[in-house]
Structures are given as C-alpha cells and as structure tokens.
C-alpha cells in the first residue's frame, strides 16, 4: 500500500511569485484535503478535492486554489506569494470526504517566501 | 465555530513518568474528536478517535483518551511514556456532516531520560 506522498519537500519563493505543490493520495482513496501548518501553529484547512471538485473551503483568499486529477493525485496552486504564507503545507488523503473518515497525512511541503 | 485549545505548549517527562496532555474544545454538538502526533520531518499520524460510545477509547502505542462532555475536554494519556514518545501533538475536532478538522495549537512533547 502506497502512502500519500508530496513533492516538493522543500521549496524557497520569492514575494509575489506562484508555487505549485504536488500530492499523490493513498491508493484508494478519492478525496485529497490541504492543510497549512504555520511555525508553532496547528494545521489549518485550505480546501477538500473530491471527484475532481472543491468539496468545501476554509478561510483563504482565492489565490489559494486546487486541482484533483482522475487518479485522485492533487495539486494546491499558490498565486502572488506573501511572506506569511510560509508554512508547511500538508496533504491528507480519505476514503470518506466527512470527518469520521480517517485523514493520512503525507510529510509535507516546507515553503519559504523571502 | 468550532475551536480546541491545548492549554500546554510545551512538556517534560521523565522516561517511564505518566503523561497527561490536555485538550477543550468547543463545539455545540457532539464533536468528532482526535489526537495525531507529528514527529520531526514526519507527517501527522492517528493515535485514537472519539465518535460516539465508550468515553474511554484507545489507541496506538499504548495511548489512551477521556472524552469528557461536561468539561469539553479529550485529554491525552500514556502510562509510562518511552523516549521515543518525543513529537509534537495535536487534538483536533470534526464537526458533524462537515468534512473539515479544527486543530489545536498543538503540545511540544520532551521525554528526558
């Protein structure tokens, strides 16, 4: 069984640039959700992907956006980077999109915005 | 809104001492409560949930938790904590027919020999 994995691990941006990080879901799960994870702060939810579509948001402006492909991989597209949003940014695959459906966590994409 | 406050940032136990991390949250409803650990470098792993049932759940790695309405509160504890208990841990909270956690600011773990 394949684990949710993330790429880039690391990545350093500059002020009003565009990352876009990568997530590749556990086999057989169909829902991805993002998370941001500020220094000394818990995960904050970004947005949920389920069938190729935003299946609920959280409290980020709409440069924060998302894509999930048929195999059910994902990616999270950051446009016009700010300093404050260095974080790690964390993906959770689930076989069940609510909240009694066990969230796995890949590792993590670090970013820096300088 | 939902909310969860893990009131310790930081905490030190002796190897083999009980451990107790504490966490309130708040929530109207019955909540869906969790508790993850993130080691250095390491995603976020599930140690136990609370759904419904049992106030008393346990989980991996000998971990256990109290779910206790009339405090709001789930705290955390392990008899005896190994070294390699040292990791980050976070309590989260799922609201009902949502699909979003709420986590706590998390609990910084030290185990010292």
């Known amino acids: 069984e394949t684990g949710v994995t993330q790429s880039p691990t690391h990545l350093i941006k500059t002020r009003g640039q565009q990352v876009t990080l990568r997530c590749s879901s556990q086999s057989g799960h169909n829902t991805v959700s993002w998370y941001q994870q500020a220094l000394g702060q818990g995960p904050q939810f970004i947005f949920q992907?389920?069938?190729?579509?935003?299946?609920g948001r959280g409290n980020f402006p709409p440069r924060f956006s998302g894509l999930q492909f048929p195999n059910y991989s994902s990616e999270l597209n950051v446009n016009a980077l700010e300093l404050d949003d260095s974080a790690l940014y964390l993906c959770?695959?689930?076989?069940?999109?609510?909240?009694?459906?066990?969230?796995?966590f890949g590792e993590g994409s670090r970013l820096t915005v300088l | 809104a939902q909310s969860v406050t893990q009131p310790d940032i930081h905490i030190t136990v002796s190897e083999g001492a009980s451990l107790e991390l504490r966490c309130n949250y708040s929530y109207g409803a019955t909540p869906y409560l969790f508790w993850y650990v993130q080691s250095p470098g390491q995603g976020l792993q599930l140690l136990l949930k609370y759904f419904s049932g049992d106030t008393l759940v346990q989980g991996i790695k000998g971990f256990e938790a109290e779910f206790k309405r009339s405090q709001s509160s789930f705290n955390l504890r392990k008899p005896s904590v190994h070294w390699s208990d040292a990791a980050e841990y976070f309590c989260?909270?799922?609201?009902?027919?949502?699909?979003?956690?709420?986590f706590g600011t998390g609990t910084s773990l030290t185990v010292i020999p």
């Open positions: 992907y389920y069938r190729e579509e935003e299946n």
């Open positions: 959770a695959s689930s076989l069940v999109g609510k909240v009694t459906g066990e969230l796995f």
């Open positions: 989260a909270v799922g609201a009902g027919t949502g699909n979003q956690f709420y």
